[in-house]
Antibody, heavy 124, light 110 residues
Framework: QAQLVQSGAEVKKPGASVKVSCKTS????????MHWVRQAPGQGLEWMGT????????TYAQRLQGRVTMTRDTSTSTVYMELSSLRSEDTAVYYC?????????????????WGQGTLVTVSS | QSVLTQPPSASGTPGQRVTISCSGS????????VLWYQQVPETAPKVLIY???QRPSGVPDRFSGSKSGTSASLAISGLRSEDETDYYC???????????FGGGTKLTVL
């Protein structure tokens, strides 16, 4: 059974960077795209981007372009999301979420399973 | 401001049927499948409906989805107290080349 386990909570100062990890198990790592979704306190869900663990290529949400980087380590079946130039509005729970199907057509997919979430707090 | 529009709240009494709407545009709902997620506070979302109206195994048939044009709906029949939580619609957006979500609907069971 596929499982995603994320790294622990982080507190960062404005302007700093944060790197969240998502360790996977229970499936063939390189077969399924991985997504990152965040949720600010009391707010809705926001898709941040996706990466292909096979080749390492990533696509990012337009509003986060230039600040977000998604990478992976195939030897440990772990994906990473780094967000730079942090501001208070980046305070949120960050989730990794695997594409349910191995299809490369994004519109025909959905997110399942999800990691447990990582709270990132940006405060001076 | 979310790309997909949902009512912020909805309510019903036990046993009742409630619907939650989700409005989008031709670049998202109008041309792609709609998903519905259920999120219990402090936990990760869980998919309730995929491909407009399909239920994953384990999701009760009290939950159903539909789509027409650039709008979609989630219907919950035989409302139960455990249904009181948050619901989000989502779809791929061809113009943005990314996933978009609704702002979420908090369902209250009176």
């Amino acid at each position: 059974q596929a499982q995603l386990v994320q790294s622990g909570a982080e507190v960062k100062k404005p302007g700093a960077s944060v790197k969240v990890s998502c360790k996977t198990s229970g499936y063939t790592f390189i077969r399924y795209y991985m997504h990152w979704v965040r949720q600010a306190p009391g707010q809705g869900l926001e898709w941040m981007g996706t990466m292909n663990p096979s080749g390492g290529g990533a696509t990012y949400a337009q509003r986060l372009q230039g600040r977000v980087t998604m990478t992976r380590d195939t030897s440990t079946s772990t994906v990473y999301m780094e967000l730079s130039s942090l501001r208070s509005e980046d305070t949120a729970v960050y989730y990794c979420a695997r594409a349910y199907s191995a299809t490369t057509i994004p519109s025909e997919n959905w997110f399942d399973p999800w990691g447990q979430g990582t709270l990132v707090t940006v405060s001076s | 401001q979310s790309v997909l529009t949902q009512p912020p709240s909805a309510s019903g009494t036990p046993g009742q049927r409630v619907t939650i709407s989700c409005s989008g545009s031709s670049s998202n709902i109008g041309s792609n499948y709609v998903l519905w997620y259920q999120q219990v506070p402090e936990t990760a979302p869980k998919v309730l409906i995929y491909r407009n109206n399909q239920r994953p195994s384990g999701v009760p048939d009290r939950f159903s989805g539909s789509k027409s044009g650039t709008s979609a709906s989630l219907a919950i029949s035989g409302l139960r107290s455990e249904d009181e939580t948050d619901y989000y619609c989502a779809a791929w957006d061809d113009s943005l080349s990314g996933w978009v979500f609704g702002g979420g609907t908090k369902l209250t069971v009176l």
